[in-house]
């Protein structure tokens, strides 16, 4: 079973929004340190936000500050990331991820090597 699955990416003209969803098991929603990323062609995987499990806080990358919005719905088992004012610098593969808050902290939450579970990631294209 795969523990995260993405979906909700795809093409959008720029200025446009989309709704990313993230499905996990309970276990992994409720008790994890959960996460948004993206890759764009040629470059690493950035940081987007988080969910911090240790203080419920909820933390963004300034790059999207303002534009994306990251939630938890614990009922439905899904982590959310509402994009808006989409540009085409915006345009990436969207993966989700998963961290033991045990080791997770603020100050390295933004590290890929820092978590567990990894989606299978969704592509958000933004057209000019």
């Known amino acids: 079973q795969v523990p995260l699955v993405e979906s909700g990416g795809g093409f959008v003209q720029a200025g446009g929004s989309l709704r990313l969803s993230c499905a996990a098991s309970r276990r992994i929603i409720t008790s994890y340190t959960m996460a948004w990323f993206r890759q764009a062609p040629g470059k690493g995987r950035e940081f987007l936000a988080a969910i911090n499990r240790r203080d419920f806080n909820t933390y963004y990358a300034d790059s999207v500050k303002g534009r994306f919005t990251m939630s938890r719905d614990n009922a439905k088992n899904t982590v959310y990331l509402q994009m808006n004012s989409l540009t085409p610098e915006d345009t990436a593969v969207y993966y989700c991820?998963?961290?033991?808050?045990?080791?997770?902290?603020?100050?390295?939450?933004?590290?890929?090597?820092?978590?567990?579970?990894w989606g299978q990631g969704t592509q958000v294209t933004v057209s000019s």
């Open positions: 991820a998963a961290g033991t808050p045990d080791v997770i902290t603020i100050s390295t939450m933004n590290i890929t090597d820092e978590y567990d579970y």
